[in-house]
């Protein structure tokens, strides 16, 4: 609303003049502080939630809770093979769901139904896995190729949807992801899915030629102690290809049209229906992926269960907002939550200290990183302006 | 003699239909074929009498079969009228009549020929839709302030816990005042961020969603793990209306529940009113709408939206210590999405409490069915079910909310500058 | 009461946008505030309400320092506004919408709606309004929802009533009853401030002329003694041509031919009437009326951002009527969207970016798949200079230009390759002086060069500079037909308000 006079000079860029640091440095380093922010705030509810040494005011005692706490977080996530082994392992799903997440917002799209889609594609991957009997390279690609297919596809009815009839995605997704979660808990009991002489929800093992080579298969260690497969790999060539798509392609630029001024887009010739479907396809595709990778490597051991999935869908939404929706961000920000996984579990078995913390500080983590401003405000940073995040939803209508 | 303007003025009448009603229309006649095409081929296969018991020994008895063929019947001329030329201003109640007949034609192919509980059902899903109520309303007043509330789950989830905690611990109202509060606290956070720093709405809300699942599932194994005596709550015993409770059919439905739905029902007829009727309703409104006309009248936009979205909390904390009233304890992420699903009823009732309290309850009652009708072991998979909600609300979202009528500035940060 | 603003001054990050400006008004007097777009006329306003606050100077009442800290403050100290965008809420009803704010309240903090639409009623009379306190706002033409804001600042009781660009959405008609409305608040002893880009109503209503230029007052003048020429060489710093140069059309074929064309809403009502027109190559129509009577829709249908529900479009021979807009754009349709924040431009890319939206899907813009960065920076480049957008660099975001810039790259991606037919809605909406003649100089070049150019515009000014011939537009018909050079500014105006004229096509 300001009525700023034409000035003869347009207004100067909001790159800050006084501080010595480049723009990206500034971002990297405030997300550096949003991550010891996080830290701290939750070394305070490790402190105070052990009610024994609350009660005996043993401050002490909680120091060196909290020290232990990290120190086993630490060393799950990265003080060994194993541990390093784990966090990859973690990371591989949300890398591949976070792309999802992340592709869909830069075309204006909120994707909250990556669960779904997941699901979706890691059934199709399955059901290749163990129906199909060829040689492994084929059956490998054919196996992926139809979780992409099949997460496309969820994915695409929400695009499909919102482009026809105007439903709002973040609405649609999250019903479809109730709606495949019913339904991979059905398919999983009928003859079609269900592994022999089982009642429950589980599937057949799919055959050896469909599992995803083991990382460090050639140190010949035990597939328990180091279960990185190769879907990592996959997902890092994903994250290329989406670097690909948004800064280099056709598409990429119609995507990106699309989700900065849907308006915009449409007068200029862009087909805004089929680029909501074409961008909902391809997220689907993502995550479809990733449910593949789940399935064929991960940790199912080759099978599906009624809840593989697992928390994927929302985490990806942390971890593409956390990653800004870029392809480099993301990936980062998968590896890091996969970090924070594979070192909580270490940090449960080792101190008994529950790993749902890791839930409270990977959301510490985005709320601090997509407040910058309250991060600023906790270290007295001054404010350099134009690194605000910025605004995802437009609106119901 | 007749202008050429005159010839086209009678035009303009004929036209009448847009193409976006055509199209609307046509969907919904092919969806009320599907359904008369499902009954005809599914749900003519049971023979009997179903019989639907009513409360103090009633009952009644429909012969399935018939019914089934009667009903597809019906589905199937109306789907046709619909395709041919629609049904104008009757299309959402048809709507309303389709859905609630071919329910009951479905019950009845589940039933036949045994008998079941159907006022019992009815009753259970009444109690079911009460935290969705409390979520929606919540939900209502952000959005109608101009915030957009997709925290609902984790401000319900807050409730539950805290109302478990400080209920075990020192009683259950107080445990239900301690809920209202925490949960307050919350949503001042998402206001707090929303306004003081612009944050994007949505991504606050996945915060608090985030944050208190995991805070709650941590503190639930470390602390009300620990020991017993702090989640253990007396449920809450329904309290029959004197007078009320003894109306056939509707007293055993409506007027045997906690306090809880009653509760809920009284907020839904308030906030209907105070949004129709008062001050606060009229600035609300106009802030959820155009923040800056209010702005420029001298209405304080974001003050009324911390007070409202603070309120909303305590709304939805209240909302939460259902689950604590009726299970007696808190389990890790006990409110297992309810909160999306509130959201789903704001939208589906177009963000007025009435058409909320309607998605609320049939969300409530599909809850409910899908438990009777496990039992009924008709060979329907009990996901199947379940997952009709769900599909139900896409259908309605996809047919008839569409792009309807959101309040206008929801998700946006208001400045004057 | 007396109204003084004395020494404001108001900063923005990069631009001053009120520079010391003293400014006073009296009971009974109405004041003009003229400037250019961009002149600091709106943040001196805004300021003057309490909606942002001066970094220097001071507000007086009566003699007295008073402090604005927000709307309310200023609402009470008896200041009026209607704003240029109006401040309604569009599903309120109208008493509604007048009593925001100030509700009169029964128990229970229920509003007494009753006497809320006894007073508004009440003063729609007394002022010669003529408003139903029941009607629903947003189902209301321009010119009445304007009296709803009139009747929102007399219901507030103001002594100084703020007019900012009151006339841009009226027709020359309603300029005229509004005219009356204002002596009838002077005559009442309100002042009256009137904000305002054009010349002839400020010399018209006046009682003095303040002029505002880059943030400064430059200068007071009479109306009885000032002409218009000096009047915009105060407003705009040098001497301007109020008139487009240009030579006789030399119109040849037919190159755009409209028939029976009809558009709906969602709802089914008409909003395109089963219009018929035709421009030829080497012609400049103007489209004349006031918003809202079909014309943004008549040309979404023509770019092919609507489906019209009968009738055909032609382009130079061809049936165009269900291509999609790429298509169109492909057979050398250009268009500039009446818009250009919400529908020209994407504020958040850089000017290369902005400058491919359009053709990003062919060379030299992209190759294959792949757009091609380098040929688009080129290109964008050598837009930059023939366009004369004033930008540090291709790079820079668009978001950061001013208006009269933001336009040009528009105008420069539309119109810098081979074209039959330049659609240009609004054209110079919001734009500076400069800019203005720029854009209208091209459009003319445009012409000269064979192409078919159809202006929209509801700036009557606008349309009589630049047209050979003038259609007028009036709920959703073309109602008059007219050679530029056979016709008048008054008789536009009259067409305009459907006082005359048929269906005629």
Same mark, same amino acid.
Request: net charge neutral; proline share 3%.
């Given at each position: 609303?300001?009525?700023?006079?034409?000035?003869?000079?347009?207004?100067?860029?909001?790159?800050?003049?006084?501080?010595?640091?480049?723009?990206?440095?500034?971002?990297?380093?405030?997300?550096?502080? @949003?991550?010891?922010?996080?830290?701290?705030?939750?070394?305070?509810?490790?402190?105070?939630?052990?009610?024994?040494?609350?009660?005996?005011?043993?401050?002490?005692?909680?120091?060196?809770?909290?020290?232990?706490?990290?120190?086993?977080?630490?060393?799950?996530?990265?003080?060994?093979?194993?541990?390093?082994?784990?966090?990859?392992?973690?990371?591989?799903?949300?890398?591949?769901?976070?792309?999802?997440?992340?592709?869909?917002?830069?075309?204006?799209?909120?994707?909250?139904?990556?669960?779904g889609?997941v699901f979706a594609g890691g059934l199709a991957a399955v059901w290749v896995g163990f129906a199909?009997?060829?040689?492994?390279?084929?059956?490998?690609?054919?196996?992926?190729?139809?979780?992409?297919?099949a997460?496309?596809?969820?994915?695409?009815?929400?695009?499909?949807?919102?482009?026809?009839?105007?439903?709002?995605?973040?609405?649609?997704?999250?019903?479809?992801?109730?709606v495949a979660s019913f339904a991979v808990l059905w398919l999983l009991k009928t003859t079609a899915f269900q592994a022999h002489g089982r009642s429950d929800a589980v599937s057949r093992d799919v055959?050896?030629?469909?599992?995803?080579?083991?990382?460090?298969?050639?140190?010949?260690?035990?597939?328990?102690?180091?279960?990185?497969?190769?879907?990592?790999?996959?997902?890092?060539?994903?994250?290329?290809?989406?670097?690909?798509?948004?800064?280099?392609?056709?598409?990429?630029?119609?995507?990106?049209?699309?989700?900065?001024?849907?308006?915009?887009?449409?007068?200029?010739?862009?087909?805004?229906?089929?680029?909501?479907?074409?961008?909902?396809?391809?997220?689907?595709?993502?995550?479809?992926?990733?449910g593949?990778?789940e399935i064929?490597?991960?940790?199912n051991q080759g099978h599906a269960t009624s809840s593989f999935a697992g928390?994927?869908?929302?985490?990806?939404?942390?971890?593409?907002?956390?990653?800004?929706?870029?392809?480099?961000?993301?990936?980062?920000?998968?590896?890091?939550?996969?970090?924070?996984?594979?070192?909580?579990?270490?940090?449960?078995?080792?101190?008994?200290?529950?790993?749902?913390?890791?839930?409270?500080?990977?959301?510490?983590?985005?709320?601090?990183?997509?407040?910058?401003?309250?991060?600023?405000?906790?270290?007295?940073?001054?404010?350099?302006?134009?690194?605000?995040?910025?605004?995802?939803?437009?609106?119901?209508? | 003699?007749?202008?050429?303007?005159?010839?086209?003025?009678?035009?303009?009448?004929?036209?009448?239909?847009?193409?976006?009603?055509?199209?609307?229309?046509?969907?919904?006649?092919?969806?009320?074929?599907?359904?008369?095409?499902?009954?005809?081929?599914?749900?003519?296969?049971?023979?009997?009498?179903?019989?639907?018991?009513?409360?103090?020994?009633?009952?009644?008895?429909?012969?399935?079969?018939?019914?089934?063929?009667?009903?597809?019947?019906?589905?199937?001329?109306?789907?046709?009228?619909?395709?041919?030329?629609?049904?104008?201003?009757?299309?959402?109640?048809?709507?309303?009549?389709?859905?609630?007949?071919?329910?009951?034609?479905?019950?009845?192919?589940?039933?036949?020929?045994?008998? %079941?509980?159907?006022?019992?059902?009815?009753?259970?899903?009444?109690?079911?839709?009460?935290?969705?109520?409390?979520?929606?309303?919540?939900?209502?007043?952000?959005?109608?302030?101009?915030?957009?509330?997709?925290?609902?789950?984790?401000?319900?989830?807050?409730?539950?816990?805290?109302? @478990?905690?400080?209920?075990?611990?020192?009683?259950?109202?107080?445990?239900?005042?301690?809920?209202?509060?925490?949960?307050?606290?919350?949503?001042?956070?998402?206001?707090?961020?929303?306004?003081?720093?612009?944050?994007?709405?949505?991504?606050?809300?996945?915060?608090?969603? %985030?944050?208190?699942?995991?805070?709650?599932?941590?503190?639930?194994?470390?602390?009300?793990?620990?020991?017993?005596?702090?989640?253990?709550?007396?449920?809450?015993?329904?309290?029959?209306?004197?007078?009320?409770?003894?109306?056939?059919?509707?007293?055993?439905?409506?007027?045997?529940?906690?306090?809880?739905?009653?509760?809920?029902?009284?907020?839904?007829?308030?906030?209907?009113?105070?949004?129709?009727?008062?001050?606060?309703?009229?600035?609300?409104?106009?802030?959820?709408?155009?923040?800056?006309?209010?702005?420029?009248?001298?209405?304080?936009?974001?003050?009324?939206?911390?007070?409202?979205?603070?309120?909303?909390?305590?709304?939805?904390?209240?909302?939460?210590?259902?689950?604590?009233?009726?299970?007696?304890?808190?389990?890790?992420?006990?409110?297992?999405?309810?909160?999306?699903?509130?959201?789903?009823?704001?939208?589906?009732?177009?963000?007025?409490?009435?058409?909320?309290?309607?998605?609320?309850?049939?969300?409530?009652?599909?809850?409910?069915?899908?438990?009777?009708?496990?039992?009924?072991?008709?060979?329907?998979p009990g996901e199947f079910?379940q997952m009709?909600?769900?599909?139900?609300?896409?259908?309605?979202?996809?047919?008839?909310?569409?792009?309807?009528? @959101?309040?206008?500035?929801?998700?946006?940060?208001?400045?004057?500058? | 009461?007396?109204?003084?603003?004395?020494?404001?001054?108001?900063?923005?990050?990069?631009?001053?946008?009120?520079?010391?400006?003293?400014?006073?008004?009296?009971?009974?007097?109405?004041?003009?505030?003229?400037?250019?777009?961009?002149?600091?006329?709106?943040?001196?306003?805004?300021?003057?309400?309490?909606?942002?606050?001066?970094?220097?100077?001071?507000?007086?009442?009566?003699?007295?320092?008073?402090?604005?800290?927000?709307?309310?403050?200023?609402?009470?100290?008896?200041?009026?506004?209607?704003?240029?965008?109006?401040?309604?809420?569009?599903?309120?009803?109208?008493?509604?919408?007048?009593?925001?704010?100030?509700?009169?309240?029964?128990?229970?903090?229920?509003?007494?709606?009753?006497?809320?639409?006894?007073?508004?009623?009440?003063?729609?009379?007394?002022?010669?309004?003529?408003?139903?306190?029941?009607?629903?706002?947003?189902?209301?033409?321009?010119?009445?929802?304007?009296?709803?804001?009139?009747?929102?600042?007399?219901?507030?009781?103001?002594?100084?009533?703020?007019?900012?660009?009151?006339?841009?959405?009226?027709?020359?008609?309603?300029?005229?009853?509004?005219?009356?409305?204002?002596?009838?608040?002077?005559?009442?002893?309100?002042?009256?401030?009137?904000?305002?880009?054009?010349?002839?109503?400020?010399?018209?209503?006046?009682?003095?002329?303040?002029?505002?230029?880059?943030?400064?007052?430059?200068?007071?003048?009479?109306?009885?003694?000032?002409?218009?020429?000096?009047?915009?060489?105060?407003?705009?710093?040098?001497?301007?041509?109020?008139?487009?140069?240009?030579?006789?059309?030399?119109?040849?074929?037919?190159?755009?031919?409209?028939?029976?064309?009809?558009?709906?809403?969602?709802?089914?009502?008409?909003?395109?009437?089963?219009?018929?027109?035709?421009?030829?190559?080497?012609?400049?129509?103007?489209?004349?009326?006031?918003?809202?009577?079909?014309?943004?829709?008549?040309?979404?249908?023509?770019?092919?951002?609507?489906?019209?529900?009968?009738?055909?479009?032609?382009?130079?021979?061809?049936?165009?009527?269900?291509?999609?807009?790429?298509?169109?754009?492909?057979?050398?349709?250009?268009?500039?969207?009446?818009?250009?924040?919400?529908?020209?431009?994407?504020?958040?890319?850089?000017?290369?970016?902005?400058?491919?939206?359009?053709?990003?899907?062919?060379?030299?813009?992209?190759?294959?798949?792949?757009?091609?960065?380098?040929?688009?920076?080129?290109?964008?480049?050598?837009?930059?200079?023939?366009?004369?957008?004033?930008?540090?660099?291709?790079?820079?975001?668009?978001?950061?230009?001013?208006?009269?810039?933001?336009?040009?790259?528009?105008?420069?991606?539309?119109?810098?390759?081979?074209?039959?037919?330049?659609?240009?809605?609004?054209?110079?909406?919001?734009?500076?002086?400069?800019?203005?003649?720029?854009?209208?100089?091209?459009?003319?070049?445009?012409?000269?060069?064979?192409?078919?150019?159809?202006?929209?515009?509801?700036?009557?000014?606008?349309?009589?500079?630049?047209?050979?011939?003038?259609?007028?537009?009036?709920?959703?018909?073309?109602?008059?037909?007219?050679?530029?050079?056979?016709?008048?500014?008054?008789?536009?105006?009259?067409?305009?308000?459907?006082?005359?004229?048929?269906?005629?096509?």
């Amino acid at each position: 609303m300001t009525a700023a006079i034409a000035s003869p000079r347009p207004a100067p860029d909001a790159e800050p003049r006084h501080s010595p640091w480049p723009h990206r440095w500034i971002s990297v380093r405030l997300n550096a502080l @949003a991550l010891l922010t996080a830290l701290i705030l939750s070394a305070l509810i490790i402190a105070i939630s052990d009610l024994d040494k609350l009660k005996h005011g043993d401050v002490g005692g909680m120091l060196t809770n909290v020290k232990d706490s990290y120190i086993a977080l630490a060393k799950g996530a990265f003080g060994s093979l194993r541990g390093f082994s784990e966090t990859v392992t973690y990371a591989t799903p949300l890398i591949f769901a976070g792309l999802s997440v992340a592709v869909a917002f830069k075309a204006g799209l909120f994707n909250i139904g990556a669960t779904g889609q997941v699901f979706a594609g890691g059934l199709a991957a399955v059901w290749v896995g163990f129906a199909i009997d060829i040689p492994a390279v084929p059956h490998i690609i054919l196996a992926m190729a139809a979780a992409a297919v099949a997460g496309g596809l969820w994915g695409g009815l929400v695009g499909l949807l919102k482009a026809r009839t105007g439903a709002h995605e973040v609405i649609t997704t999250i019903m479809l992801n109730y709606v495949a979660s019913f339904a991979v808990l059905w398919l999983l009991k009928t003859t079609a899915f269900q592994a022999h002489g089982r009642s429950d929800a589980v599937s057949r093992d799919v055959a050896k030629s469909a599992r995803l080579p083991f990382l460090f298969g050639f140190l010949h260690r035990s597939s328990i102690d180091l279960r990185a497969h190769f879907g990592f790999v996959i997902a890092i060539a994903l994250a290329v290809f989406v670097w690909w798509l948004l800064k280099k392609s056709k598409l990429g630029f119609q995507f990106r049209t699309l989700g900065a001024n849907p308006e915009a887009a449409r007068y200029a010739g862009m087909n805004p229906g089929r680029l909501t479907i074409g961008a909902m396809l391809l997220a689907g595709a993502f995550a479809g992926l990733g449910g593949g990778s789940e399935i064929l490597g991960g940790i199912n051991q080759g099978h599906a269960t009624s809840s593989f999935a697992g928390n994927i869908g929302f985490d990806a939404i942390a971890v593409a907002l956390l990653g800004r929706s870029s392809p480099w961000g993301t990936t980062a920000a998968a590896l890091l939550f996969g970090a924070l996984q594979a070192g909580g579990q270490e940090m449960q078995l080792q101190v008994h200290v529950p790993i749902d913390l890791v839930l409270v500080i990977r959301a510490l983590i985005v709320l601090f990183v997509a407040a910058p401003s309250l991060t600023r405000i906790i270290w007295r940073l001054k404010d350099s302006g134009g690194e605000e995040g910025a605004q995802l939803f437009k609106g119901w209508g | 003699m007749s202008t050429p303007t005159e010839v086209y003025r009678d035009a303009q009448l004929a036209v009448g239909r847009s193409l976006e009603q055509i199209k609307r229309s046509r969907n919904l006649g092919i969806v009320y074929l599907i359904l008369a095409a499902i009954t005809a081929w599914r749900l003519t296969s049971h023979a009997g009498t179903a019989t639907f018991n009513l409360s103090g020994g009633h009952s009644f008895g429909v012969a399935a079969t018939p019914l089934a063929w009667v009903v597809a019947g019906s589905l199937a001329v109306m789907g046709g009228v619909q395709l041919a030329r629609g049904l104008g201003k009757w299309q959402t109640a048809a709507l309303a009549a389709v859905a609630v007949v071919f329910i009951f034609t479905l019950l009845a192919w589940a039933a036949a020929p045994n008998s %079941f509980a159907f006022v019992g059902m009815l009753s259970q899903g009444v109690t079911y839709s009460a935290p969705l109520i409390f979520g929606a309303m919540a939900g209502i007043m952000c959005e109608r302030s101009g915030v957009v509330n997709i925290a609902i789950e984790g401000l319900l989830l807050s409730g539950a816990f805290t109302s @478990a905690l400080v209920g075990s611990v020192v009683n259950f109202w107080v445990g239900v005042g301690a809920a209202m509060v925490v949960a307050a606290l919350f949503a001042w956070f998402l206001a707090w961020l929303a306004i003081r720093f612009k944050v994007d709405q949505v991504i606050v809300g996945f915060f608090i969603n %985030f944050f208190v699942l995991g805070l709650t599932s941590f503190l639930g194994n470390r602390i009300l793990a620990v020991d017993e005596a702090y989640n253990q709550v007396r449920t809450l015993v329904p309290w029959k209306i004197p007078g009320l409770h003894s109306i056939p059919v509707i007293g055993p439905i409506l007027f045997e529940q906690t306090i809880f739905v009653y509760i809920a029902f009284a907020l839904v007829a308030f906030l209907a009113w105070a949004f129709a009727k008062t001050r606060w309703g009229l600035r609300t409104r106009a802030i959820g709408e155009h923040p800056r006309a209010a702005d420029t009248l001298g209405v304080n936009v974001n003050q009324l939206r911390y007070r409202n979205v603070i309120a909303a909390g305590a709304v939805a904390g209240f909302g939460g210590s259902w689950w604590t009233a009726n299970v007696g304890r808190f389990n890790e992420n006990i409110t297992n999405g309810r909160g999306f699903i509130a959201l789903a009823v704001v939208i589906v009732g177009r963000w007025s409490p009435a058409g909320a309290l309607a998605g609320a309850l049939v969300f409530g009652f599909f809850d409910a069915m899908e438990a009777k009708l496990s039992f009924l072991n008709t060979g329907i998979p009990g996901e199947f079910v379940q997952m009709l909600p769900y599909l139900a609300t896409i259908i309605v979202v996809a047919g008839f909310v569409g792009r309807s009528r @959101a309040p206008r500035a929801a998700g946006q940060a208001y400045d004057s500058q | 009461m007396e109204l003084e603003l004395r020494g404001i001054t108001k900063r923005f990050p990069g631009v001053v946008a009120n520079d010391n400006v003293n400014l006073t008004v009296r009971g009974g007097e109405v004041l003009a505030l003229l400037g250019e777009n961009g002149a600091g006329k709106s943040t001196l306003m805004n300021i003057l309400y309490g909606l942002y606050r001066a970094d220097e100077g001071e507000i007086l009442i009566d003699g007295e320092t008073v402090h604005f800290a927000s709307p309310r403050d200023a609402i009470k100290a008896g200041i009026g506004m209607v704003h240029q965008h109006f401040m309604l809420v569009p599903n309120f009803s109208v008493a509604d919408n007048v009593i925001l704010g100030v509700e009169p309240t029964i128990s229970l903090g229920r509003i007494n709606r009753r006497s809320a639409r006894k007073r508004v009623a009440q003063l729609s009379r007394d002022f010669g309004l003529d408003l139903d306190p029941d009607a629903l706002t947003e189902t209301l033409a321009v010119g009445i929802q304007q009296r709803i804001e009139i009747v929102k600042v007399l219901f507030r009781d103001a002594k100084v009533v703020v007019f900012d660009e009151p006339t841009a959405v009226l027709t020359p008609q309603e300029i005229e009853d509004f005219f009356r409305i204002v002596e009838t608040l002077t005559a009442a002893g309100r002042g009256v401030v009137f904000i305002t880009h054009k010349l002839k109503e400020a010399g018209r209503i006046a009682d003095r002329i303040v002029v505002l230029r880059r943030g400064k007052t430059v200068g007071e003048a009479d109306p009885k003694t000032a002409t218009p020429a000096q009047l915009a060489e105060m407003m705009v710093g040098r001497p301007v041509e109020l008139v487009v140069s240009k030579t006789e059309a030399e119109g040849s074929t037919t190159m755009l031919k409209v028939s029976n064309l009809a558009v709906t809403d969602p709802d089914g009502r008409l909003l395109v009437n089963h219009v018929n027109l035709e421009v030829r190559a080497g012609e400049i129509v103007g489209i004349a009326g006031v918003q809202g009577n079909g014309q943004s829709e008549l040309v979404e249908t023509l770019v092919g951002l609507r489906r019209p529900i009968d009738g055909t479009v032609t382009l130079d021979g061809a049936d165009i009527t269900h291509l999609t807009p790429r298509d169109r754009h492909r057979c050398g349709v250009a268009h500039i969207p009446e818009d250009r924040q919400r529908d020209g431009l994407v504020s958040s890319f850089s000017i290369t970016e902005n400058l491919a939206l359009t053709g990003y899907y062919e060379a030299p813009l992209s190759k294959g798949v792949n757009m091609n960065w380098e040929g688009a920076r080129t290109e964008a480049e050598r837009l930059v200079r023939d366009f004369d957008i004033r930008t540090p660099s291709t790079e820079t975001t668009t978001g950061k230009l001013s208006g009269g810039n933001q336009q040009k790259v528009i105008v420069a991606r539309e119109i810098s390759r081979p074209l039959k037919l330049a659609i240009a809605s609004q054209p110079t909406r919001g734009v500076d002086v400069g800019s203005i003649e720029y854009i209208h100089q091209r459009l003319v070049e445009l012409r000269d060069k064979g192409v078919a150019v159809l202006v929209v515009s509801t700036e009557l000014d606008e349309i009589m500079a630049l047209s050979d011939r003038i259609l007028v537009m009036f709920d959703g018909d073309i109602i008059a037909d007219l050679q530029r050079s056979e016709t008048s500014h008054n008789d536009v105006g009259l067409y305009m308000a459907g006082a005359k004229g048929e269906h005629i096509s």
